[in-house]
């Protein structure tokens, strides 16, 4: 079945390195994919997200580009602040009957910014 | 606009205890989702409802049951709480066919 690996975290970074977090996903054709942010405490937010292959989809200084031919959504940000702390989702979209759809997740990945 | 709510935010159980969380949404959205989220393993589909009427199993059911009271809301019951049953439960709502789904500030349920 439809499936998403992300790296391990805790990831551990200094305020203005540059971040990535891999994605990767098994599925079947094309899917959606997305990136979701969990803030301590809260619910998880949509980041951005991409439809199709080779599309790249950005907010808020992070951007992350569906990359057919390794089957990756890498999430990157060129300079990351304290604010920027949370745990990071990937995720697929994959269809069910009726043309409703659902989300697979994968295991997230907590990153800490220090100053 | 409030979004998605949940109700209660956090909640202690005996095993054996039955309890309902209850979700809301404003946004008009076909689609409700229950996901537990429990560390190491990101967010795992209880049931989801695809529209008003109907109800479906997710991948974790076993131990739950939902009921789509109207458009607005899908509760989920836990009849008789294990503590396996302890974790963080979100529920969310999208359109039909839309991808994007969006969550509620989660329930924190401990059973003991």
């Known amino acids: 079945g439809d499936s998403v690996t992300q790296m391990e975290g805790p990831v551990t970074l200094s305020e203005e390195a540059f971040l990535t977090i891999n994605c990767t996903y098994t599925a079947t054709g094309y899917p959606s994919l997305f990136w979701y942010v969990q803030y301590p405490g809260e619910g998880l937010q949509l980041l951005l997200k991409a439809t199709k292959a080779d599309d790249k989809g950005s907010n808020k200084g992070f951007e992350a580009t569906y990359r057919k031919e390794t089957t990756s959504f890498h999430l990157e940000k060129g300079s990351v602040q304290v604010s920027d702390s949370a745990v990071y989702f990937c995720?697929?979209?994959?269809?069910?009957?009726?043309?409703?759809?659902?989300?697979?997740f994968g295991a997230g990945t907590r990153l800490a910014v220090h100053p | 606009n409030a979004g998605v709510t949940q109700t209660p935010k956090f909640q202690v159980l005996k095993t054996g205890q039955s309890m309902t969380l209850q979700c809301a949404q404003d946004m008009n959205h076909n689609s409700m989702y229950w996901y537990r989220q429990d560390p190491g393993m990101g967010l795992r589909l209880i049931y989801y409802?695809?529209?008003?009427?109907?109800?479906d199993k997710g991948e974790v059911p076993n131990g739950y049951n939902v009921s789509r009271l109207n458009k607005r809301e899908f509760s989920l019951r836990l009849e008789s709480a294990a503590p396996s049953q302890t974790s963080v439960y979100f529920c969310a709502s999208s359109y039909q066919g839309e991808g994007t789904q969006y969550f509620g500030p989660g329930t924190r349920l401990l059973v003991l």
């Open positions: 995720a697929l979209r994959t269809p069910l009957s009726g043309g409703y759809n659902k989300l697979i």
């Open positions: 409802s695809a529209s008003e009427g109907t109800t």
